[in-house]
C-alpha cells in the first residue's frame, strides 16, 4: 500500500482527494439547500461539511467511536449523548470543518423510531462493517418522507478499476512498476450503484435522484488533475455512468398508508318537483 495513503482522512489532504471533496460538496449544497424538517444528522466525514446548506434548526455530525479524532472530540460527549446537548455543541460550531456533537455506532443510532427528517452518509456505507444493516438503522429512524442522501466510490470508473487492479497485483505478489500500489484508502468496500439500488428497493426507499462525477483519470499530482479537466464535461456526456462516485437521493416511502376522511357523507335533500297533468278537456 502506498506509505502516503494511510486513512480516508489522510487521502483526503491528496490532490485527488481534494477534488473529490469539491466535487461532492457541491451536491450535498444543491441536494440539502431546499429540504426542510427539524433535525438532520451527517454520519461519518467530518472533513466534508454536508448539512452547511440545509437550514433545519436541529444538525448534528456523528462519527463512530474508532474514527473519532481527539481534537474532534466534543467536552462532555458520550458514547449515547443527549440530542439537545449535542445540538448546542453543534450549533456552536461555524467552521467549514462541523465539530463531532454525536460519538456513535453508525448501526445503533441513539434516536427513536421515525425521529429524523435528513441523514447523510458520505461513504458511510463502504467504510461499515454491515453496510446493508446501517441503512436499515437509517430507515429506522427516518420520518415517512424522509431522504437519506448517500456518497460512495464507484467500482465501474477509472479509480475503481485502478484500485481493483492493484488489490490483485498485490495479492499475486506483483510488485514491478508500482502496480500493486493503492490509488484509494484501502479500509472499506466498493459498494455499486445498482447494488445500492436494490437496497432502495429492498427497504421502501424510492430514489428521486442520481449523480455521477470526477472523470478524471486515477492520476496523483494536481498538475495533471488540471490538464484532464475537460474529461469532466466529456464524461458527463459520454459515459455519465462511469463516473469515480457515486451521489444517490433517495425518499423514505411507507406503503399502504392513506388519509382517511369523515365516516358520515352528507345526505342531500330530495326535493319534489310539481308534475303537470296533461287534461284532454
Same mark, same amino acid.
Request: proline share 8%.
Given at each position: 500500500?502506498?506509505? %502516503?495513503?494511510?486513512?480516508?482522512?489522510?487521502?483526503?489532504?491528496?490532490?485527488?482527494?481534494?477534488?473529490?471533496?469539491?466535487?461532492?460538496?457541491?451536491?450535498?449544497?444543491?441536494?440539502?439547500?431546499?429540504?426542510?424538517?427539524?433535525?438532520?444528522?451527517?454520519?461519518?466525514?467530518?472533513?466534508?461539511? /454536508?448539512?452547511?446548506?440545509? %437550514?433545519?434548526?436541529?444538525?448534528?455530525?456523528?462519527?463512530? &467511536?474508532?474514527?473519532?479524532?481527539?481534537?474532534?472530540?466534543?467536552?462532555?460527549?458520550?458514547?449515547?449523548?443527549?440530542?439537545?446537548? =449535542?445540538?448546542?455543541? /453543534?450549533?456552536?460550531?461555524?467552521?467549514?470543518?462541523?465539530?463531532?456533537?454525536?460519538?456513535?455506532?453508525?448501526?445503533?443510532?441513539?434516536?427513536?423510531? =421515525?425521529?429524523?427528517?435528513?441523514?447523510?452518509?458520505?461513504?458511510?456505507?463502504?467504510?461499515?462493517?454491515?453496510?446493508?444493516?446501517?441503512?436499515?438503522?437509517?430507515?429506522?429512524?427516518?420520518?415517512?418522507?424522509?431522504?437519506?442522501?448517500?456518497?460512495?466510490?464507484?467500482?465501474?470508473?477509472?479509480?475503481?478499476?485502478?484500485?481493483?487492479?492493484?488489490?490483485?497485483?498485490?495479492?499475486?505478489?506483483?510488485?514491478?512498476?508500482?502496480?500493486? &500500489?493503492?490509488?484509494?484508502?484501502?479500509?472499506? &468496500?466498493?459498494?455499486?450503484?445498482?447494488?445500492?439500488?436494490?437496497?432502495?428497493?429492498?427497504?421502501?426507499?424510492?430514489?428521486?435522484?442520481?449523480?455521477?462525477?470526477?472523470?478524471?483519470?486515477?492520476?496523483?499530482?494536481?498538475?495533471?488533475?488540471?490538464?484532464? =479537466?475537460?474529461?469532466?464535461? =466529456?464524461?458527463?456526456?459520454?459515459?455519465?455512468?462511469?463516473?469515480?462516485?457515486?451521489?444517490?437521493?433517495?425518499?423514505?416511502?411507507?406503503?399502504?398508508? %392513506?388519509?382517511?376522511?369523515?365516516?358520515?357523507?352528507?345526505?342531500? /335533500?330530495?326535493?319534489?318537483?310539481?308534475?303537470?297533468?296533461?287534461?284532454?278537456?
Amino acid at each position: 500500500m502506498n506509505d %502516503r495513503i494511510i486513512s480516508l482522512t489522510d487521502w483526503f489532504q491528496t490532490p485527488p482527494g481534494r477534488y473529490l471533496l469539491q466535487w461532492e460538496q457541491g451536491q450535498f449544497d444543491r441536494s440539502v439547500v431546499n429540504l426542510f424538517g427539524y433535525n438532520a444528522l451527517q454520519l461519518g466525514l467530518p472533513e466534508l461539511h /454536508a448539512l452547511s446548506a440545509n %437550514r433545519m434548526p436541529h444538525r448534528w455530525l456523528a462519527l463512530p &467511536e474508532e474514527m473519532l479524532n481527539a481534537e474532534d472530540m466534543p467536552t462532555g460527549a458520550a458514547s449515547d449523548p443527549d440530542p439537545a446537548a =449535542a445540538t448546542a455543541t /453543534a450549533e456552536k460550531s461555524s467552521s467549514v470543518t462541523p465539530r463531532v456533537a454525536l460519538v456513535t455506532n453508525a448501526a445503533a443510532l441513539p434516536f427513536p423510531e =421515525a425521529s429524523l427528517d435528513l441523514v447523510v452518509l458520505p461513504h458511510t456505507l463502504e467504510l461499515s462493517a454491515d453496510p446493508h444493516h446501517v441503512l436499515r438503522e437509517v430507515e429506522r429512524v427516518l420520518v415517512p418522507e424522509g431522504r437519506v442522501v448517500v456518497a460512495g466510490f464507484n467500482p465501474n470508473s477509472f479509480w475503481g478499476l485502478r484500485q481493483s487492479r492493484s488489490r490483485l497485483m498485490g495479492r499475486l505478489g506483483i510488485s514491478a512498476l508500482g502496480l500493486s &500500489e493503492l490509488y484509494l484508502p484501502e479500509a472499506g &468496500e466498493f459498494i455499486g450503484p445498482w447494488r445500492l439500488r436494490d437496497w432502495f428497493r429492498l427497504l421502501s426507499f424510492e430514489v428521486e435522484s442520481q449523480h455521477f462525477g470526477c472523470y478524471r483519470p486515477a492520476v496523483h499530482s494536481d498538475k495533471w488533475l488540471q490538464r484532464y =479537466a475537460w474529461m469532466d464535461r =466529456a464524461g458527463a456526456r459520454w459515459w455519465p455512468i462511469f463516473g469515480s462516485v457515486y451521489f444517490f437521493v433517495a425518499v423514505k416511502r411507507v406503503r399502504g398508508v %392513506r388519509l382517511l376522511g369523515p365516516a358520515w357523507r352528507p345526505r342531500r /335533500a330530495s326535493g319534489t318537483a310539481p308534475v303537470t297533468i296533461a287534461n284532454r278537456r
